[in-house]
């Protein structure tokens, strides 16, 4: 499976958006309330888009993934007790799959296709944080070798923080 990864484009929103909102819905199927209308709004998206950090991976030419990839950090990153604090670090944002292409093990090519590209910029860690009661999402990061550094409590419930060093 041979995934094409570039930056999006706001021809893209519209496509993006139809991903998110299946996602979300089938996230609620499986009782995982961690999306909804108030984030992330498809304004969300466009303003990664504008700021040139919102990428798509695409499968057989529509879009089976999307994530952020920026340096910004919620207040709430303050509680993480960051292992690699001194080093370059990014963080992903917003990654999403396709319900289409779920269980095909998309995300975890991303994530190792984020780590490349990060490594060829001289990156030395990610971070990022997952919803404590998104029971596939914690075992992505946790196979993926992300470890737990802190806790976010945001209005969904509890997020925990995490880090890799790549």
């Known amino acids: 499976m041979k995934i094409i990864y570039r930056k999006a484009e706001m021809t893209d929103i519209d496509e993006i958006f139809r991903l998110?909102?299946?996602a979300v819905r089938q996230m609620e199927r499986c009782g995982i309330e961690q999306w909804d209308e108030i984030y992330p709004t498809k304004g969300d998206f466009i303003a990664d888009v504008r700021k040139n950090e919102l990428y798509i991976g695409?499968?057989?030419n529509e879009i089976a993934v999307v994530y952020a990839l920026n340096k910004e950090c919620d207040a709430q990153y303050r509680n993480g007790e960051w292992r690699y604090g001194g080093e370059d670090y990014c963080v992903i944002h917003?990654?999403?799959v396709a319900p289409t292409y779920q269980n095909r093990g998309i995300a975890r090519m991303t994530l190792q296709y984020i780590e490349n590209q990060l490594k060829c910029c001289s990156i030395?860690?990610?971070r990022l944080d997952v919803f404590s009661q998104n029971p596939y999402a914690l075992k992505l990061y946790a196979d993926s070798g992300y470890s737990k550094v802190g806790i976010a409590d945001w209005r969904k419930g509890r997020f925990f923080l995490m880090e890799k060093l790549i």
């Open 124 to 126: 030395k860690a990610i």
């Open 20 to 22: 998110v909102e299946g």
């Open 94 to 96: 917003r990654l999403c």
């Open 58 to 60: 695409a499968l057989h």
